[in-house]
């Protein structure tokens, strides 16, 4: 896993559909100043000096939370699954949206 590809919300820029179309640097590279406009939960976690919010001890804040339950750009804990792993020290990946949906 590049580290340098590490989505600071637990996303992995490596494999996100809009690095290419959008020639995204990813949010490790633009410290939370990304293609679309300043990310809040990039800005935190880069001011907190973590690698990503795994690392954080409030995880997940309400921020976090907010970005997870996005109707559009959400997932179903996949995010939050690769944030606890990754800090662990688990380089395994979990694409977004594979995890059932909660009802």
Same mark, same amino acid.
């Given at each position: @896993?590049?580290?340098?590809?590490?989505? @600071?919300?637990?996303?992995? =820029?490596?494999?996100? &559909?809009?690095? &290419?179309?959008?020639?995204?640097?990813?949010?490790?590279?633009?410290?939370?100043? @990304?293609? +679309?406009?300043? =990310?809040?939960?990039?800005? =935190?976690?880069?001011?907190?000096? +973590? !690698?990503?919010?795994?690392?954080?001890?409030? !995880?997940?804040?309400?921020?976090?939370?907010?970005?997870?339950? /996005?109707?559009?750009?959400?997932? /179903?804990?996949?995010? !939050?699954?690769? !944030?606890?792993?990754?800090?662990?020290?688990?380089?395994?990946?979990?694409?977004?949206?594979?995890?059932?949906?909660?009802?």
């Amino acid at each position: @896993m590049d580290k340098e590809q590490i989505g @600071m919300c637990g996303a992995y =820029c490596g494999i996100c &559909e809009w690095k &290419e179309k959008t020639n995204c640097l990813g949010c490790q590279i633009c410290k939370g100043e @990304m293609f +679309y406009g300043e =990310c809040s939960v990039a800005k =935190c976690c880069s001011d907190k000096g +973590y !690698l990503h919010c795994g690392f954080c001890p409030d !995880l997940p804040c309400t921020e976090l939370q907010q970005a997870f339950d /996005h109707p559009e750009h959400g997932d /179903h804990g996949e995010r !939050l699954a690769n !944030l606890k792993n990754w800090a662990k020290g688990d380089e395994n990946i979990l694409r977004l949206r594979t995890f059932p949906k909660k009802v």
